[in-house]
């Protein structure tokens, strides 16, 4: 069965340094998304990507985030200079609008630990 | 602006009791998609059902069954038979549907559910 994969599964990183947390979507999904969940609290929306642009984004995407689709099947989320508030578990999904049961499928999420 | 609230924080049953997690929300669209997530410990969101709001049938799919009522804007999850394999949280969330965005899902906290021997 066809999955979101998620790369690092967990990587910890000093605060001020730059992440890059990669996913590949389902191939023939067409709307990429990231969102995060920080340790305990509920999933957030933080970014809707389509036909190589964000279409929306959160109050939490601020400049300190990025997502481009480089190379048409990585989607990649970089967080430029990482803070203590930014360690959470980040889940790429992606979605196919034909599907007939609507389902957003999400990756295994990459877990941010910040120091 | 959309809300999803999941009032109950933590259940606690034993083995096969019925358990029902409860979401009530709130969204000023009128088409709109409801959808419940399963975390297991191992941390991964299971998709378990989408629902859109014109479609009030109830559903049921093995030990799971979903009670959508828009007139009390509720749409409640019933386990059957609870097995411990059911042990994890619990996510109701909801979509509206923005052009673009129809799967930017707001998530309620989640329900914490723990079935024990």
């Known amino acids: 069965e066809p999955e979101v994969t998620q790369t690092p599964s967990h990587q910890v990183t000093q605060m001020g340094q730059e992440v890059i947390l990669r996913c590949v979507p389902i191939s023939n999904h067409l709307y990429f998304y990231w969102y995060r969940q920080i340790l305990g609290q509920k999933v957030e929306f933080l970014v809707s990507?389509?036909?190589?642009?964000?279409?929306?984004k959160s109050e939490i995407f601020d400049d300190q985030f990025s997502v481009e689709r480089p190379d048409g099947s990585n989607f990649t989320l970089k967080i430029r200079s990482t803070k203590l508030e930014d360690s959470a578990m980040y889940f790429c999904?992606?979605?196919?609008?034909?599907?007939?049961?609507?389902?957003?499928?999400f990756g295994e999420g990459s877990r941010l630990t910040v120091l | 602006a959309q809300k999803v609230t999941q009032a109950q924080t933590e259940i606690s049953v034993v083995e096969k009791e019925d358990v029902t997690l409860d979401c009530v929300y709130e969204t000023r669209d009128t088409t709109y998609y409801l959808f419940w997530y399963k975390q297991p410990p191992s941390g991964e969101l299971v998709f378990l059902i989408r629902?859109?709001?014109?479609?009030?049938q109830n559903e049921i799919s093995g030990r799971y069954s979903w009670n959508f009522q828009k007139s009390t804007s509720s749409f409640n999850f019933t386990i059957t038979a609870s097995q411990v394999v059911d042990s994890a949280v619990y996510f109701c969330?909801?979509?509206?549907?923005?052009?673009?965005?129809?799967?930017?899902?707001?998530f309620g906290t989640g329900t914490r559910l723990q079935v024990t021997l």
């Open positions: 990507f389509y036909n190589n642009e964000i279409s929306e």
């Open positions: 629902r859109n709001s014109f479609d009030e």
């Open positions: 999904a992606s979605i196919n609008p034909a599907s007939n049961t609507g389902e957003l499928f």
């Open positions: 969330a909801l979509s509206e549907l923005n052009t673009g965005t129809a799967s930017k899902l707001t």
